[in-house]
């Protein structure tokens, strides 16, 4: 998985009441870091998010195409996009430009209907997910992840289990580190939490 180098950890889970999705805060570049505060979930709108690994200006330009694209759809007809539409997008993006791709591995949550998670690979495969990882630190995090996840879980113990994942990776891996951020999407809430790991 071509995604798994670049350096960071990022996390998502589906329960029943809503979708989790957590990151790390450091940004390195090789083996120096050059960043510890930097916001790896990008809030698409009131109901969905994305989780970035890859190359940030990459990452960026597509979280604005798809902040873009969201905001025409709703204006257009009236409600917003589905979340399996919004990951097709991602991935017809993605394909589309594989001769001189986008070095991303992205994880796009949130609810429309129900809680939604996809994992979306560098050149646009999707795959939808009760739980993944992406970055560097994801063979940790997954370990923590199928050990303990249920899908009946409650909101907090999924934030806690999603906090878990991440500061595993924290011990483990050196591109990814300081504090783990954390959001909660439910029907009716986007709520986002800070941890420091000690």
Not at 94 to 102: A, E
Not at 133 to 148: D, M
Request: hydrophobic fraction near 40%; charge should be neutral.
């Amino acid at each position: 998985m071509f995604g798994t180098f670049h350096g960071t950890t990022t996390v998502g889970i589906v329960v029943d009441d809503g979708v989790v999705l957590a990151a790390d805060k450091r940004v390195s570049s090789g083996y120096y870091i050059a960043h510890k505060t930097a916001k790896k979930i990008v809030r698409m709108d009131d109901r969905a998010a994305l989780t970035i690994s890859g190359l940030v200006a990459d990452a960026q330009i597509i979280g604005d195409y798809l902040r873009v694209e969201i905001l025409s759809r709703k204006i257009m007809s009236g409600y917003p996009p589905t979340l399996k539409s919004l990951a097709s997008l991602l991935a017809l993006i993605l394909n589309s430009s594989k001769y001189y791709p986008y070095i991303v591995q992205l994880l796009l949550g949130g609810y429309d209907t129900q809680p939604r998670l996809y994992s979306i690979e560098l050149f646009g495969g999707v795959v939808d997910e009760v739980y993944s990882a992406t970055g560097s630190g994801s063979p940790v995090a997954i370990g923590i992840l199928e050990g303990n996840y249920r899908r009946d879980m409650g909101l907090d113990e999924a934030i806690n289990l999603a906090v878990k994942a991440v500061s595993a990776s924290i011990t483990r891996d050196i591109f990814t580190g300081e504090a783990v951020d954390v959001v909660a999407i439910t029907k009716n809430s986007y709520v986002e939490h800070s941890f420091r790991i000690r």
